[in-house]
């Protein structure tokens, strides 16, 4: 067989230099991709070279002698580069391969009809080693496509935190700029979406948290992800959509979320993540998956910003009611958050607490006397409003003492 391929190297050269010319008109003719890419001259060029080296690695094969694919790779790892699709490419190599194998048998039949019968055991020889170029060419375009992705990650994650951090680095873009090029306006309606601990987000599908770039989720929002040691942060740009959409995006991740603000430049993007994350700290711990909008919680969040003044808060409004045991100080605590849960009505207080109504104005007055607050006096409503705010925010922070037993709903009591 290599004798008479051989024979014919001269003809087949020929053949395989009008091959690739046919080759060449018809992938730019049928395949945009490589019509953007490359001009004709160049494909050309291209192609007669793939041509060729399948019929060298034929000759190498028919000698039992390893086939040379260090170009294969080169290419894969050339147009993986350029961005031309895998599958252009594939395609282009496979077309090759059949047409080598024509331009043989047209060879063979025009020098030696006879010949062609001798020419079968050659087919598997050359369809081996297509396969050996097509898997070479096909893994160093994989592996060139998932460092330049992983580049391209890393690119989009600095330009992230550039917006999320309101500063990148000193030779880094300038927030307008890393916003334009993570595709996004430099006006329009954004949040920032700060996930609690626990939070689904890496595997949740609201749009591809774990990534830094997202197309738009079901609900018509886009997101962009962003995983640090610090927690999960989402920066959505609703579009036309109200801020409250956002907890349809988040529904699926059930997960503790703090919602910023609408903004509407990137440059204030860096403030709405300060105060996504103060909205989530108005969630409690272990109250299960909740999305918090700021602004629904501005009294909440107020104490949350300031823990100093929350400590006094605590201290000077609740400290009588603090320094009881601890039953009776969870009573009493459980009593008024449940109390102001419902609006301030004794009855359906008692209902949540599955008491009698009695026993609950008890509790409230006993309350009164502690604190030296009156729950008629509006003022002073809000003063213990935001000092059991404080005493909840300091107990979802600190840990439970050993063998502590969870709270749970108030024991039938008279007093």
Request: proline share 6%; net charge neutral; charged share 25%.
């Amino acid at each position: 067989m290599e004798r008479i391929i051989e024979e014919i190297r001269e003809d087949l050269s020929r053949r395989i230099a009008v091959t690739a010319d046919r080759l060449a008109d018809r992938t730019l003719a049928e395949d945009p991709a490589y019509a953007a890419l490359l001009g004709r001259a160049e494909l050309r060029e291209r192609i007669h070279h793939n041509l060729r080296q399948a019929v060298e690695g034929l000759v190498l094969g028919i000698r039992g002698l390893p086939v040379e694919l260090a170009d294969a790779r080169a290419t894969g790892t050339l147009r993986a580069e350029q961005g031309l699709p895998l599958a252009s490419l594939l395609r282009t190599y496979r077309r090759g391969g059949r047409l080598v194998w024509q331009a043989l048998n047209e060879a063979v039949a025009a020098h030696d009809p006879a010949a062609l019968p001798r020419l079968l055991p050659a087919a598997g020889v050359l369809w081996d080693v297509l396969d050996q170029l097509t898997d070479a060419v096909a893994d160093a375009y994989r592996r060139t496509e998932a460092a330049r992705w992983d580049r391209d990650r890393e690119r989009r994650a600095a330009l992230l935190d550039a917006l999320l951090d309101g500063a990148g680095p000193s030779d880094g873009p300038a927030l307008s700029e890393a916003a334009a090029q993570l595709g996004l306006p430099e006006r329009g309606r954004f949040a920032v979406v700060v996930l609690g601990a626990g939070g689904s987000g890496g595997s949740g599908d609201p749009g591809g948290p774990g990534r830094t770039d997202a197309e738009p989720a079901a609900s018509g929002l886009r997101v962009l992800w962003r995983i640090r040691a610090d927690g999960e942060t989402g920066l959505v740009e609703l579009g036309h959509h109200p801020l409250e959409s956002v907890r349809e995006l988040l529904g699926p991740l059930r997960a503790r979320a703090g919602v910023s603000p609408v903004v509407e430049t990137p440059g204030d993007l860096a403030r709405a993540r300060w105060l996504a994350a103060l909205a989530l700290r108005t969630v409690p711990a272990s109250g299960g998956p909740c999305t918090a909008l700021l602004d629904e919680r501005l009294p909440t969040a107020l104490v949350a910003s300031q823990a100093e003044l929350a400590g006094r808060l605590r201290q000077v409004v609740l400290g009588p009611v603090l320094a009881l045991p601890a039953e009776d100080r969870r009573v009493l605590l459980n009593t008024l958050g449940t109390w102001l849960t419902c609006h301030g009505s004794t009855t359906y207080a008692a209902q949540r607490l599955y008491c009698h109504r009695n026993t609950v104005s008890n509790r409230l007055r006993r309350l009164e006397q502690l604190t030296g607050r009156t729950l008629s006096d509006p003022a002073h409503v809000v003063e213990l409003a935001l000092a059991h705010a404080a005493v909840l925010q300091r107990a979802a922070g600190e840990p439970a003492a050993p063998g502590a037993k969870p709270a749970g709903r108030a024991p039938r009591r008279s007093n």
